[in-house]
T-cell receptor
Framework: EAGVTQFPSHSVIEKGQTVTLRCDPI?????LYWYRRVMGKEIKFLLH????????ESGMPNNRFLAERTGGTYSTLKVQPAELEDSGVYFC??????????FGAGTRLSVL | GQSLEQPSEVTAVEGAIVQINCTYQ??????LSWYQQHDGGAPTFLSY????GLEETGRFSSFLSRSDSYGYLLLQELQMKDSASYFC???????????FGQGTELSVKP
């Protein structure tokens, strides 16, 4: 069984540009979560999908961040326009309803 | 606010036993999880406690005391490959988000 996959693994962009991160959850997992770790800080929650619906988006920093999960399968997280403080590692996790969230390897985003 | 406290660094030698503590203060509690992360890669699930007591999985054990808002991860027979970051995380409601501690960097020395 394939795990959670994220693409790209690294992204370097300039301030003001747009970046789209993608997450493919484990097949059959209805719950999909986005998290972010900024350098030296803890992993912080961004939002939670149940199938294609946003269950909780309380962690989204501002309206420059847009997450979608069309069809309830893969998800994208778009940052537009990117700012310097958006740099960090973006993790995606999925869960099949049990008490375990399975994480992807993350996308390391550097905004210059 | 919601917070989890764990030591930032722990050092131990091969073959030893180490305990990583975690105290939490959250608005809701639906279980304490532990994750391991090597070199900034994917956090890997280690254990989950919803009820008080000890859960054992091989060389790793995890303990929870809900009345004390406290838990720990116990690693026995330490190996060099156990050098990694360890995170405690609380789920604030059923199926909800994880709230993470800042992570403990474990260094295992020969």
């Amino acid at each position: 069984e394939a795990g959670v996959t994220q693409f790209p693994s690294h992204s370097v962009i300039e301030k003001g540009q747009t970046v789209t991160l993608r997450c493919d959850p484990i097949s059959g997992h209805d719950n999909l979560y986005w998290y972010r770790r900024v350098m030296g800080k803890e992993i912080k929650f961004l939002l939670h999908f149940v199938k294609e619906s946003k269950q909780d988006e309380s962690g989204m920093p501002n309206n420059r961040f847009l997450a979608e999960r069309t069809g309830g399968t893969y998800s994208t997280l778009k940052v537009q326009p990117a700012e310097l403080e958006d740099s960090g590692v973006y993790f995606c996790a999925s869960s099949g309803g049990k008490n375990i969230q399975y994480f992807g390897a993350g996308t390391r985003l550097s905004v210059l | 606010g919601q917070s989890l406290e764990q030591p930032s660094e722990v050092t131990a030698v091969e073959g030893a036993i180490v305990q990583i503590n975690c105290t939490y203060q959250t608005s809701g509690f639906y279980g304490l999880s532990w994750y391991q992360q090597h070199d900034g890669g994917a956090p890997t699930f280690l254990s989950y406690n919803a009820l008080d007591g000890l859960e054992e999985t091989g060389r790793f054990s995890s303990f929870l005391s809900r009345s004390d808002s406290y838990g720990y991860l116990l690693l026995q027979e330490l190996q060099m490959k156990d050098s990694a970051s360890y995170f405690c995380a609380v789920r604030d409601r059923r199926g909800g988000k994880l709230i993470f501690g800042q992570g403990t960097e474990l260094s295992v020395k020969p």
